[in-house]
C-alpha cells in the first residue's frame, strides 16, 4: 500500500541503519515502551505539521491561544466555524483531514502493539490515523476530530450519534443535557481529566519512551519523556530534523518517520519471531 506522501527519495544510509538496531535492541529490552507521536508523523499522510517548514502555523499565524473561552463565550457562533470554517488555517487543515490514510509509520506503530513490544500510543494527533492503521492502546491527547464530547458529563459521541442540526445550536448532551464540543482540545483549554489520568498511568510505568514526529514544545504532552528519562529510562527518537529533545534521545534517528519506523519495527518483529523460534 504506498503513502500519499511518502518519502521515496529517502534512503537510510548505513549510519542510521546502524543506529535503528540500537533502537531496536533498546526496544526488545524494555520492560514497557510507551510511544509519543505528533504532527510529524502525519506529513506523509498528507497532513501539514504546525511548525517549522510548511507549518500551518507557519503559513498562517498561530490561532489565539483563547480558543476555550471564545467557545464559552460564544458555543453557537464557535459550532456555525466547526461546520463551516473560515479561517484559512481550519480550512486547509480540515480539507487534509477528510481524506488522509494511515501511511507505513501509523501501521509500523499498530504492528508494534500487535507484537507485544508498545503498550501504549499517546498522539498529539487529532486526526484518527491511529485508531484507522489499528492502534488499540491508544490516548489522543489532543483529542479526535471526528468525536464530540460533552462538556458537562465528559461522554464522547460521533456526530452521527447525535444526528447535528444547524438550527439547533450548540447541540446538547442527551446523557446529561451539558453542552456539547467537538473533542478537539482548543488552546486554553484542559486536558480531560480522564485522559490525563490514562496518560500518567502509562508514562510512569514506561522505561522507554519512542518519540516520532513531535517538535516537543507543547505541554503536559513534552513533559511525558522527561519524566521517562529523569526515573532512568531511555528515549528514542525519529524526526528528519532536530527537536527539544534531540540531544536527550540515544539514538536520534534522523530521517521520516513512516520510512524509519517501518524499518524499525522490522528489525523488532525479526529478532522477536527468532527469540520464538
Ligand atoms: N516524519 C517525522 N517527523 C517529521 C516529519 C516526518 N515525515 N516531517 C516533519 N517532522 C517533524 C518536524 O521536524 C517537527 O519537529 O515533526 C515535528 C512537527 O512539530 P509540530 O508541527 O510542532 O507538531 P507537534 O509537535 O505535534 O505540535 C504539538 O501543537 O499546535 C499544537 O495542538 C497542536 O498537537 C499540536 C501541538
Known sequence: MSDPTPSP?????????EQIARAAELIERARSVVALTGAG???ES???PFRGPGGLWTKYGEPPLDGYQRFLRDPKRAWQDRLSPREPWAQALAETL??????AGHRALAELEAIGRCDAVITQNIDDLHR???????????????LLRCLGCVARFSEGELGIDPERLPPRCP???????????HFGEPIPADV??????????????????TSA??????????EVLRRGGSLIEVNPEPSELSDLAQPSLRGPGGVVLARLVEIVSQARAGSLR
Open 196 to 213: 490525563l489520568r490514562r496518560c500518567h498511568q502509562v508514562v510512569e510505568q514506561a522505561d522507554c519512551m519512542l518519540v516520532v514526529g
Open 46 to 48: 498528507g497532513i501539514p
Open 175 to 185: 446523557r446529561c443535557g451539558g453542552v456539547v464540543k467537538g473533542d478537539t482540545v
Open 98 to 103: 477528510g481524506s488522509a490514510k494511515p501511511n
Open 9 to 17: 527519495d529517502f534512503v537510510i544510509s548505513q549510519a542510521l541503519e
Open 132 to 146: 484507522q492503521a489499528g492502534s488499540r492502546a491508544l490516548i489522543e491527547i489532543h483529542g479526535n476530530h471526528k
Open 41 to 43: 508523523l502525519s506529513v
Open 217 to 226: 514544545t507543547v505541554y503536559p504532552a513534552a513533559e511525558f519523556p522527561l
